[in-house]
């Protein structure tokens, strides 16, 4: 069962500054091993990266370093794709057939909106930032990716 999180305030160019933290050098992905840099200590998949990117708590006093995708989409809302901005997320909470995954939303790749720059933590390459096509993982690979925007995210004035 995933935890909640405390909600903490962090701009979408924090978010973005933070992601690309773990591409000087890619970080190699597992679910249970961890990274540390200025902003903490986080597990390395892709839980994890987005827990880092969005400021929630890693280890200590997690254990864990990071949420799971249930946890991440517990302390984010729904938004239609449409409202999709830097630091928002696109998650799939797994269920038996199909794990979890989760990747920050960058920027639309071009102005049809059918694909976007993603911060990606993948068991394939470990950290990366690459053209996501949209809906990404509705088919085969199991689940439909829906976006979401953290709570914590501030809205500039």
Do not use: K
Request: hydrophobic letters at 35%; proline letters at 8%; a negative charge.
């Amino acid at each position: 069962m995933a935890r909640v999180a405390p909600t903490t305030p962090i701009s979408r160019g924090e978010v973005i500054e933070r992601a690309e933290s773990w591409l000087r050098p890619s970080v190699p992905h597992s679910s249970t091993r961890f990274h540390q840099n200025e902003y903490g200590i986080y597990r390395t998949d892709c839980s994890g990266y987005v827990s880092m990117a969005w400021g929630l708590p890693g280890v200590p006093p997690d254990l864990r370093g990071g949420l799971d995708a249930a946890g991440l989409a517990s302390v984010s809302t729904r938004i239609d794709r449409d409202e999709l901005l830097a630091g928002d997320a696109l998650i799939r909470v797994g269920d038996d057939g199909h794990p979890g995954h989760v990747i920050v939303f960058h920027e639309w790749a071009g102005g049809d909106r059918v694909a976007y720059w993603g911060f990606e933590q993948s068991a394939e390459v470990g950290t990366t930032h690459r053209v996501v096509p949209y809906p990404d993982g509705d088919g085969a690979a199991g689940g439909l990716y829906l976006p979401r925007r953290y709570a914590g995210i501030t809205v500039p004035a």
